[in-house]
């Protein structure tokens, strides 16, 4: 991990490529909602991932009604990530290809492969970004593992306070 990406700051411009086709870019809710939730996941070989994402399909609806938009993200190439999204069956974009240099811009926790079975690139551990209206990291929360992530139900009653109370972005005094 090289940078912190800190509360407030704006999220960074970082383009990828998503299944299905086209591009997106990470940090830009689509047209109907005005905040965004990027999920950084270590990738199709991380049963821990799989069942994460899948807990946040269910909840996909609730996000909406909040105005946050969903991506999910892994440095996975095109092939991995469309096998694990045929096992995820989710309902919201996915993207590939995260770069090592675009782990570092996010502030991630980078691990090797422990072996060739597990995965054939370096890849990113868990982080959850939520960028407000303003394009600002709202919440954040990065891990060093598979096994810290925030809960689900937490993240949707804290995007409610934030936006029903105006309530500011934490963690700001340097």
Not at 26 to 31: F, I, S
Not at 39 to 66: D, N, S
Request: glycine share 10%; proline share 6%; with cysteine.
């Amino acid at each position: 991990m090289s940078n912190k990406v800190r509360g407030g700051s704006q999220f960074p411009s970082i383009e990828l490529p998503k299944l299905g086709g086209g591009r997106i870019n990470l940090g830009v809710p689509e047209k109907k909602t005005n905040w965004k939730m990027v999920v950084v996941y270590r990738g199709g070989h991380c049963p821990m991932c799989t069942r994460y994402l899948r807990k946040i399909g269910e909840a996909k609806a609730a996000f909406a009604k909040l105005g946050v938009d969903i991506v999910a993200t892994s440095a996975d190439n095109e092939t991995q990530a469309l096998e694990h999204f045929m096992q995820l069956k989710v309902n919201y974009p996915v993207t590939y290809g995260l770069t090592v240099e675009m782990m570092r811009e996010l502030g991630l926790y980078i691990s090797r492969p422990l072996s060739v079975g597990e995965t054939n690139h370096f890849y990113s551990e868990p982080g959850v970004f939520i960028i407000n209206d303003r394009n600002e990291v709202q919440i954040l929360d990065i891990s060093n593992g598979p096994f810290a992530r925030p809960e689900i139900d937490v993240l949707l009653s804290g995007i409610d306070f934030i936006r029903d109370k105006n309530y500011p972005v934490r963690g700001t005094f340097d």
